[in-house]
Protein backbone atom coordinates (compact mmCIF):
# COMPACT_ATOMS: atom_id res chain seq x y z
CA UNK A 1 0.00 0.00 0.00
CA UNK A 2 1.65 3.64 -0.81
CA UNK A 3 1.53 6.41 1.65
CA UNK A 4 -1.36 8.08 -0.17
CA UNK A 5 -3.46 5.51 -0.15
CA UNK A 6 -2.53 4.93 3.54
CA UNK A 7 -3.03 8.29 4.58
CA UNK A 8 -6.53 7.94 3.31
CA UNK A 9 -7.28 4.98 5.24
CA UNK A 10 -6.47 6.97 8.50
CA UNK A 11 -8.44 9.72 7.24
CA UNK A 12 -11.35 8.07 6.79
CA UNK A 13 -11.03 5.73 10.00
CA UNK A 14 -10.73 9.26 12.03
CA UNK A 15 -13.48 10.58 10.32
CA UNK A 16 -15.58 7.77 10.83
CA UNK A 17 -14.90 7.38 14.90
CA UNK A 18 -15.63 11.55 14.57
CA UNK A 19 -19.09 10.84 13.89
CA UNK A 20 -19.73 7.82 16.42
CA UNK A 21 -18.24 9.77 19.92
CA UNK A 22 -19.61 13.22 18.67
CA UNK A 23 -17.21 14.59 21.34
CA UNK A 24 -13.42 14.53 20.24
CA UNK A 25 -10.76 12.98 22.61
CA UNK A 26 -9.08 15.21 25.07
CA UNK A 27 -12.22 16.98 25.98
CA UNK A 28 -12.78 17.42 29.71
CA UNK A 29 -15.34 19.78 31.59
CA UNK A 30 -14.44 20.71 35.05
CA UNK A 31 -11.85 18.08 34.85
CA UNK A 32 -14.14 15.37 33.84
CA UNK A 33 -12.93 13.47 30.80
CA UNK A 34 -15.84 13.11 28.56
CA UNK A 35 -13.87 12.82 25.50
CA UNK A 36 -14.66 10.54 22.54
CA UNK A 37 -18.19 9.98 24.17
CA UNK A 38 -22.02 10.83 22.64
CA UNK A 39 -23.47 13.53 23.95
CA UNK A 40 -25.84 11.70 26.11
CA UNK A 41 -23.30 9.58 28.02
CA UNK A 42 -20.88 12.92 28.34
CA UNK A 43 -24.13 14.51 30.36
CA UNK A 44 -25.07 11.88 32.14
CA UNK A 45 -21.45 11.69 33.83
CA UNK A 46 -21.23 15.48 34.33
CA UNK A 47 -24.71 15.17 35.92
CA UNK A 48 -23.12 12.65 38.45
CA UNK A 49 -19.92 14.19 38.98
CA UNK A 50 -20.51 17.71 39.00
CA UNK A 51 -23.78 18.87 39.68
CA UNK A 52 -24.38 20.99 43.10
CA UNK A 53 -28.07 21.46 43.17
CA UNK A 54 -28.27 19.33 46.52
CA UNK A 55 -25.75 21.86 48.50
CA UNK A 56 -27.88 23.29 51.35
CA UNK A 57 -27.81 26.66 52.16
CA UNK A 58 -29.03 27.25 55.81
CA UNK A 59 -31.27 30.48 56.84
CA UNK A 60 -31.11 31.48 60.04
CA UNK A 61 -32.82 34.10 62.30
CA UNK A 62 -33.87 34.69 65.83
CA UNK A 63 -34.01 30.76 67.21
CA UNK A 64 -35.28 29.44 63.91
CA UNK A 65 -33.45 27.72 60.83
CA UNK A 66 -34.94 26.84 57.09
CA UNK A 67 -32.95 24.68 54.91
CA UNK A 68 -32.91 25.75 51.17
CA UNK A 69 -31.37 23.80 48.72
CA UNK A 70 -29.22 24.86 45.34
CA UNK A 71 -32.01 23.94 43.29
CA UNK A 72 -34.51 25.77 44.71
CA UNK A 73 -32.53 29.05 43.45
CA UNK A 74 -32.55 27.15 40.36
CA UNK A 75 -28.21 26.82 40.55
CA UNK A 76 -26.31 24.19 38.82
CA UNK A 77 -23.61 24.12 36.49
CA UNK A 78 -24.67 24.84 32.86
CA UNK A 79 -23.71 21.42 31.33
CA UNK A 80 -26.07 22.18 28.03
CA UNK A 81 -23.54 25.12 27.30
CA UNK A 82 -20.46 23.35 28.12
CA UNK A 83 -21.50 20.59 25.66
CA UNK A 84 -22.28 22.89 22.98
CA UNK A 85 -18.70 23.93 23.43
CA UNK A 86 -17.01 20.20 23.15
CA UNK A 87 -19.01 19.24 20.10
CA UNK A 88 -18.69 22.71 18.47
CA UNK A 89 -15.66 22.07 16.41
CA UNK A 90 -17.43 18.70 15.33
CA UNK A 91 -20.43 20.68 13.33
CA UNK A 92 -19.11 23.36 11.32
CA UNK A 93 -17.55 22.98 7.73
CA UNK A 94 -17.58 20.23 5.27
CA UNK A 95 -16.36 17.03 5.48
CA UNK A 96 -12.29 17.64 5.34
CA UNK A 97 -12.74 20.31 7.80
CA UNK A 98 -13.89 18.28 10.54
CA UNK A 99 -11.72 15.80 9.33
CA UNK A 100 -8.66 17.85 10.40
CA UNK A 101 -10.06 19.71 13.22
CA UNK A 102 -10.80 15.83 14.21
CA UNK A 103 -6.75 15.22 13.47
CA UNK A 104 -5.69 18.24 15.55
CA UNK A 105 -8.26 16.93 18.93
CA UNK A 106 -6.44 13.82 18.53
CA UNK A 107 -3.47 15.09 19.82
CA UNK A 108 -4.47 18.63 21.58
CA UNK A 109 -6.53 18.66 25.14
CA UNK A 110 -9.24 21.44 25.53
CA UNK A 111 -10.70 21.78 28.43
CA UNK A 112 -13.78 23.85 29.12
CA UNK A 113 -15.82 25.57 32.56
CA UNK A 114 -18.60 24.66 32.90
CA UNK A 115 -20.89 28.37 34.07
CA UNK A 116 -22.22 28.29 37.48
CA UNK A 117 -25.53 29.50 37.44
CA UNK A 118 -29.04 30.39 39.54
CA UNK A 119 -32.31 32.11 39.03
CA UNK A 120 -31.91 35.55 40.54
CA UNK A 121 -35.45 36.59 40.43
CA UNK A 122 -36.09 33.07 42.12
CA UNK A 123 -33.50 34.39 45.08
CA UNK A 124 -35.32 37.42 44.86
CA UNK A 125 -38.75 35.84 45.95
CA UNK A 126 -37.62 33.23 48.18
CA UNK A 127 -36.11 35.79 50.11
CA UNK A 128 -39.29 37.74 49.94
CA UNK A 129 -41.43 34.93 51.59
CA UNK A 130 -39.21 33.81 54.39
CA UNK A 131 -39.19 38.11 55.27
CA UNK A 132 -42.62 38.01 55.36
CA UNK A 133 -43.37 34.80 57.24
CA UNK A 134 -40.64 35.85 60.05
CA UNK A 135 -41.66 39.36 60.16
CA UNK A 136 -43.88 40.45 63.15
CA UNK A 137 -45.55 43.36 63.50
CA UNK A 138 -45.22 45.43 66.74
CA UNK A 139 -47.91 45.31 69.20
CA UNK A 140 -48.99 47.95 71.65
CA UNK A 141 -50.09 47.99 74.90
CA UNK A 142 -53.79 47.63 75.70
CA UNK A 143 -55.68 48.96 78.41
CA UNK A 144 -60.00 48.14 79.62
CA UNK A 145 -61.76 47.83 82.54
CA UNK A 146 -62.82 44.75 84.14
CA UNK A 147 -64.84 44.68 87.50
CA UNK A 148 -64.24 48.29 87.53
CA UNK A 149 -60.35 48.29 87.65
CA UNK A 150 -58.01 49.50 84.91
CA UNK A 151 -56.18 46.00 83.40
CA UNK A 152 -53.12 46.85 81.03
CA UNK A 153 -51.43 44.29 79.28
CA UNK A 154 -47.97 44.09 77.60
CA UNK A 155 -46.74 45.30 74.27
CA UNK A 156 -45.18 43.51 71.78
CA UNK A 157 -41.76 44.25 70.67
CA UNK A 158 -42.30 43.28 66.07
CA UNK A 159 -39.15 42.37 64.10
CA UNK A 160 -38.43 42.95 60.44
CA UNK A 161 -36.12 41.21 57.79
CA UNK A 162 -33.94 43.28 55.66
CA UNK A 163 -34.93 41.72 52.62
CA UNK A 164 -32.49 42.40 50.35
CA UNK A 165 -29.62 41.82 52.53
CA UNK A 166 -31.13 38.60 52.74
CA UNK A 167 -31.25 37.94 49.14
CA UNK A 168 -27.53 39.45 48.52
CA UNK A 169 -26.02 37.19 51.23
CA UNK A 170 -28.17 33.71 49.67
CA UNK A 171 -26.32 34.89 46.46
CA UNK A 172 -23.49 35.05 47.32
CA UNK A 173 -23.46 31.64 49.34
CA UNK A 174 -24.37 29.98 45.99
CA UNK A 175 -21.86 31.59 44.42
CA UNK A 176 -19.13 29.80 46.86
CA UNK A 177 -20.37 26.53 45.00
CA UNK A 178 -20.39 24.75 48.51
CA UNK A 179 -23.52 24.94 51.33
CA UNK A 180 -23.27 27.50 53.77
CA UNK A 181 -25.32 29.41 55.86
CA UNK A 182 -27.02 33.04 56.42
CA UNK A 183 -28.05 34.85 59.45
CA UNK A 184 -30.67 37.23 58.61
CA UNK A 185 -30.20 40.88 59.31
CA UNK A 186 -33.08 41.44 62.22
CA UNK A 187 -34.83 44.88 62.64
CA UNK A 188 -36.28 44.85 65.82
CA UNK A 189 -39.86 47.32 66.08
CA UNK A 190 -40.63 49.19 69.30
CA UNK A 191 -44.12 49.71 70.20
CA UNK A 192 -44.43 53.70 70.18
CA UNK A 193 -45.81 53.31 73.57
CA UNK A 194 -45.16 51.79 76.57
CA UNK A 195 -47.13 50.17 79.73
CA UNK A 196 -46.45 53.51 81.37
CA UNK A 197 -48.42 55.39 79.00
CA UNK A 198 -50.95 53.66 79.69
CA UNK A 199 -51.08 53.74 82.91
CA UNK A 200 -50.75 57.60 82.75
CA UNK A 201 -54.57 57.32 80.58
CA UNK A 202 -56.88 56.11 83.37
CA UNK A 203 -58.32 59.35 84.20
CA UNK A 204 -62.17 60.23 83.36
CA UNK A 205 -62.07 62.94 80.68
CA UNK A 206 -65.66 63.20 80.26
CA UNK A 207 -69.05 61.55 80.27
CA UNK A 208 -72.83 61.83 78.97
CA UNK A 209 -75.97 59.49 79.66
CA UNK A 210 -79.25 59.13 77.81
CA UNK A 211 -82.83 57.62 78.99
CA UNK A 212 -83.60 54.52 76.88
CA UNK A 213 -87.35 52.72 77.10
CA UNK A 214 -86.93 48.95 78.10
CA UNK A 215 -90.35 48.46 76.93
CA UNK A 216 -89.46 48.99 73.25
CA UNK A 217 -87.37 45.30 72.82
CA UNK A 218 -86.44 46.02 69.22
CA UNK A 219 -84.77 49.38 70.21
CA UNK A 220 -83.01 47.82 73.26
CA UNK A 221 -81.18 45.23 71.46
CA UNK A 222 -80.10 47.24 69.19
CA UNK A 223 -78.96 49.67 71.58
CA UNK A 224 -77.41 46.62 73.83
CA UNK A 225 -75.74 45.10 70.84
CA UNK A 226 -74.22 48.28 69.42
CA UNK A 227 -72.99 49.32 73.03
CA UNK A 228 -71.73 45.96 73.51
CA UNK A 229 -69.61 46.34 70.05
CA UNK A 230 -68.09 50.03 71.32
CA UNK A 231 -67.24 49.08 74.73
CA UNK A 232 -63.21 48.49 75.38
CA UNK A 233 -62.31 50.90 71.84
CA UNK A 234 -58.88 51.69 72.38
CA UNK A 235 -57.83 55.26 70.21
CA UNK A 236 -54.11 55.98 70.76
CA UNK A 237 -52.39 59.31 70.25
CA UNK A 238 -53.10 60.70 66.28
CA UNK A 239 -55.73 58.10 65.28
CA UNK A 240 -59.15 58.73 64.08
CA UNK A 241 -62.35 57.07 65.26
CA UNK A 242 -65.32 55.59 63.06
CA UNK A 243 -68.39 55.26 65.27
CA UNK A 244 -70.07 53.69 62.31
CA UNK A 245 -67.05 51.00 61.70
CA UNK A 246 -67.11 50.14 65.37
CA UNK A 247 -70.36 49.60 65.23
CA UNK A 248 -69.92 46.94 62.33
CA UNK A 249 -72.33 46.60 59.81
CA UNK A 250 -76.44 46.46 61.06
CA UNK A 251 -77.12 42.83 59.93
CA UNK A 252 -78.55 40.23 61.77
CA UNK A 253 -75.48 38.35 61.56
CA UNK A 254 -73.96 40.72 63.87
CA UNK A 255 -76.97 40.92 66.12
CA UNK A 256 -79.10 43.75 65.08
CA UNK A 257 -82.86 43.62 64.73
CA UNK A 258 -85.50 45.47 62.73
CA UNK A 259 -86.62 48.62 64.73
CA UNK A 260 -87.72 53.11 64.40
CA UNK A 261 -85.49 55.04 62.50
CA UNK A 262 -85.64 58.35 60.57
CA UNK A 263 -85.25 57.53 56.69
CA UNK A 264 -85.06 60.16 54.17
CA UNK A 265 -86.75 63.01 57.06
CA UNK A 266 -90.06 60.99 58.17
CA UNK A 267 -90.16 58.03 60.71
CA UNK A 268 -89.13 54.65 59.58
CA UNK A 269 -87.66 51.04 60.52
CA UNK A 270 -84.96 49.55 59.23
CA UNK A 271 -82.15 46.55 60.70
CA UNK A 272 -80.45 48.46 63.87
CA UNK A 273 -82.85 51.15 64.23
CA UNK A 274 -82.16 53.44 67.27
CA UNK A 275 -78.33 53.15 67.23
CA UNK A 276 -77.83 56.71 66.50
CA UNK A 277 -78.15 57.26 70.68
CA UNK A 278 -74.87 55.52 70.94
CA UNK A 279 -73.37 58.05 68.33
CA UNK A 280 -75.27 60.73 69.95
CA UNK A 281 -74.40 59.80 73.69
CA UNK A 282 -70.69 59.83 72.74
CA UNK A 283 -70.78 62.93 70.61
CA UNK A 284 -71.68 64.48 73.81
CA UNK A 285 -69.04 62.19 76.05
CA UNK A 286 -66.47 63.37 73.56
CA UNK A 287 -67.53 67.52 73.58
CA UNK A 288 -67.19 66.82 77.51
CA UNK A 289 -63.59 65.49 77.17
CA UNK A 290 -62.71 67.72 74.91
CA UNK A 291 -61.54 65.50 72.52
CA UNK A 292 -61.64 66.50 68.83
CA UNK A 293 -65.27 66.20 66.74
CA UNK A 294 -63.65 66.08 63.25
CA UNK A 295 -66.88 64.49 61.87
CA UNK A 296 -70.75 65.26 62.83
CA UNK A 297 -74.41 65.83 61.24
CA UNK A 298 -77.31 66.03 63.14
CA UNK A 299 -80.44 63.58 62.44
CA UNK A 300 -83.25 65.46 59.93
CA UNK A 301 -85.89 65.49 62.50
CA UNK A 302 -85.39 66.68 66.28
CA UNK A 303 -84.82 63.17 68.53
CA UNK A 304 -86.62 63.24 71.81
CA UNK A 305 -83.96 61.43 73.70
CA UNK A 306 -81.22 64.34 73.21
CA UNK A 307 -81.31 68.13 73.78
CA UNK A 308 -81.64 69.88 70.12
CA UNK A 309 -77.80 70.35 68.42
CA UNK A 310 -76.48 67.62 71.33
CA UNK A 311 -77.62 64.65 68.30
CA UNK A 312 -75.19 62.64 65.59
CA UNK A 313 -76.98 60.79 63.40
CA UNK A 314 -75.04 57.57 61.86
CA UNK A 315 -76.13 56.35 58.33
CA UNK A 316 -74.30 53.21 57.44
CA UNK A 317 -71.58 54.18 54.30
CA UNK A 318 -72.43 57.93 54.22
CA UNK A 319 -73.14 59.64 57.51
CA UNK A 320 -70.52 59.17 60.39
CA UNK A 321 -69.65 60.41 63.72
CA UNK A 322 -65.34 60.42 63.64
CA UNK A 323 -63.34 61.07 66.43
CA UNK A 324 -58.80 62.35 66.09
CA UNK A 325 -57.14 61.69 69.90
CA UNK A 326 -55.92 64.81 69.73
CA UNK A 327 -53.94 64.29 72.99
CA UNK A 328 -50.27 62.59 73.80
CA UNK A 329 -51.77 59.09 75.45
CA UNK A 330 -54.45 56.65 74.76
CA UNK A 331 -57.98 57.03 75.39
CA UNK A 332 -60.37 53.93 76.26
CA UNK A 333 -64.40 54.21 75.72
CA UNK A 334 -66.21 52.67 78.48
CA UNK A 335 -70.26 51.85 76.65
CA UNK A 336 -72.76 50.68 79.92
CA UNK A 337 -76.05 49.72 78.84
CA UNK A 338 -78.28 49.34 82.19
CA UNK A 339 -81.59 50.28 84.44
CA UNK A 340 -82.67 52.21 81.48
CA UNK A 341 -80.19 54.56 81.03
CA UNK A 342 -77.19 54.30 78.62
CA UNK A 343 -73.97 55.68 79.54
CA UNK A 344 -70.55 56.27 78.12
CA UNK A 345 -67.44 57.54 79.41
CA UNK A 346 -64.16 58.64 78.03
CA UNK A 347 -60.74 58.08 79.71
CA UNK A 348 -57.52 59.48 79.41
CA UNK A 349 -54.72 61.70 80.65
CA UNK A 350 -56.00 64.71 82.35
CA UNK A 351 -54.14 67.26 81.18
CA UNK A 352 -56.72 70.10 82.13
CA UNK A 353 -56.40 72.47 84.68
CA UNK A 354 -58.25 71.73 87.62
CA UNK A 355 -61.53 73.50 88.56
CA UNK A 356 -62.08 73.91 84.70
CA UNK A 357 -65.78 73.65 84.12
CA UNK A 358 -67.82 72.57 81.02
CA UNK A 359 -71.74 73.53 80.33
CA UNK A 360 -73.40 73.17 77.13
CA UNK A 361 -76.37 75.35 75.84
CA UNK A 362 -78.28 75.04 72.59
CA UNK A 363 -79.81 78.05 71.40
CA UNK A 364 -83.01 78.32 69.52
CA UNK A 365 -82.41 80.62 66.46
CA UNK A 366 -85.30 80.10 64.17
CA UNK A 367 -88.64 78.02 63.77
CA UNK A 368 -90.23 76.62 60.97
CA UNK A 369 -93.81 75.37 60.50
CA UNK A 370 -95.09 72.09 58.07
CA UNK A 371 -96.32 72.78 54.77
CA UNK A 372 -99.56 72.34 55.64
CA UNK A 373 -101.03 68.46 56.44
CA UNK A 374 -100.69 65.43 54.42
CA UNK A 375 -103.99 64.20 53.47
CA UNK A 376 -104.81 60.82 52.87
CA UNK A 377 -108.08 59.98 51.71
CA UNK A 378 -109.57 56.81 52.92
CA UNK A 379 -112.57 55.76 51.16
CA UNK A 380 -114.06 53.09 54.25
CA UNK A 381 -114.19 56.35 56.77
CA UNK A 382 -117.47 58.45 56.62
CA UNK A 383 -117.18 61.54 54.36
CA UNK A 384 -117.02 64.75 57.10
CA UNK A 385 -114.78 62.48 58.98
CA UNK A 386 -111.30 62.92 59.76
CA UNK A 387 -108.61 61.48 62.00
CA UNK A 388 -104.99 62.41 63.04
CA UNK A 389 -102.51 59.53 62.16
CA UNK A 390 -99.53 61.80 63.59
CA UNK A 391 -98.52 64.92 64.74
CA UNK A 392 -96.49 66.83 62.80
CA UNK A 393 -93.15 68.32 64.05
CA UNK A 394 -92.11 71.84 63.86
CA UNK A 395 -88.89 72.45 62.14
CA UNK A 396 -86.27 74.42 63.87
CA UNK A 397 -82.27 75.70 63.50
CA UNK A 398 -80.11 75.60 66.46
CA UNK A 399 -76.52 76.50 67.70
CA UNK A 400 -74.57 74.87 70.26
CA UNK A 401 -72.20 76.60 72.65
CA UNK A 402 -69.32 75.39 75.05
CA UNK A 403 -69.25 78.10 78.01
CA UNK A 404 -65.63 77.38 79.53
CA UNK A 405 -65.17 78.68 83.24
CA UNK A 406 -61.54 79.01 83.93
CA UNK A 407 -59.64 80.70 86.85
CA UNK A 408 -62.32 82.93 86.98
CA UNK A 409 -63.19 83.90 83.27
CA UNK A 410 -65.54 82.85 81.16
CA UNK A 411 -65.27 81.65 77.64
CA UNK A 412 -68.25 80.99 74.77
CA UNK A 413 -67.17 78.74 72.11
CA UNK A 414 -69.61 78.24 69.28
CA UNK A 415 -69.58 74.04 68.75
CA UNK A 416 -72.05 73.70 65.81
CA UNK A 417 -75.31 74.90 63.85
CA UNK A 418 -77.92 72.54 63.25
CA UNK A 419 -80.83 72.07 61.03
CA UNK A 420 -84.18 69.97 61.92
CA UNK A 421 -86.91 69.89 59.12
CA UNK A 422 -90.37 70.17 59.76
CA UNK A 423 -92.56 67.37 59.25
CA UNK A 424 -96.38 67.49 58.30
CA UNK A 425 -99.14 66.20 60.31
CA UNK A 426 -100.39 62.94 59.03
CA UNK A 427 -104.66 63.08 58.89
CA UNK A 428 -106.79 60.68 57.45
CA UNK A 429 -110.33 62.10 55.91
CA UNK A 430 -113.24 60.00 54.94
CA UNK A 431 -114.57 59.87 51.43
CA UNK A 432 -117.37 56.77 52.15
CA UNK A 433 -120.89 58.27 50.94
CA UNK A 434 -123.03 57.76 53.99
CA UNK A 435 -126.01 56.66 51.62
CA UNK A 436 -123.69 53.63 50.31
CA UNK A 437 -124.30 51.15 52.79
CA UNK A 438 -121.54 49.07 50.84
CA UNK A 439 -119.31 51.50 51.57
CA UNK A 440 -119.34 51.03 54.86
CA UNK A 441 -119.85 47.13 54.78
CA UNK A 442 -116.36 46.68 52.85
CA UNK A 443 -114.50 49.21 55.62
CA UNK A 444 -111.75 47.24 56.82
CA UNK A 445 -111.78 46.62 60.29
Same mark, same amino acid.
Given at each position: ????????????????????? $?????????????????????????????????????????? #??????? =?? &???????????????????????????? =??????????????????????????? $????????? +????????????? @?????????????????????????????????????????????????????????? &???? &?????? !????????????????????? !??????????????????????????? !??????????? $????????????????? #? $????? +??????????????????????????? #????????????????????????????????? &???????? =???????????? @??????????????????????????????????????????????????????????????????
Amino acid at each position: MNRLLLACVMLASLAVASADA $QIPPKVFVDGVNIGGMTRDDAADLLKSEISIADEDIIVIFAD #TEIALKF =RD &FGADYDIGAALDEATESGDDGGFFAKLC =RSLSAKFKTHRIDAEFIYDADRVAQIA $QKISDDASI +SAKEPTYAIAHDS @FVISEGRIGRKIDTQALALDIAAVLQTREGGKVTAKITEIHPKYTTADFEAACDLLGS &FQTP &FNPHMP !ERTTNIAVASAFLDGQVILPG !ETFSTSTALRPRTTENGYVTAGQIFNG !EPDAGIGGGIC $QISSTLYMAALHAEIAV #T $QRTNH +SLMVGYMEPATDAALAEGYIDLVLENN #TKHPILIQSIFENGRYTINIFGHESRQPGRLIT &FESVLLET =RLPDGDKIIEDP @FLPAGISQIVSEGIMGAKYELYKIVTENGATQRVKINTSNYQPLQRVVRVGSADLTNQEDLTNAPE
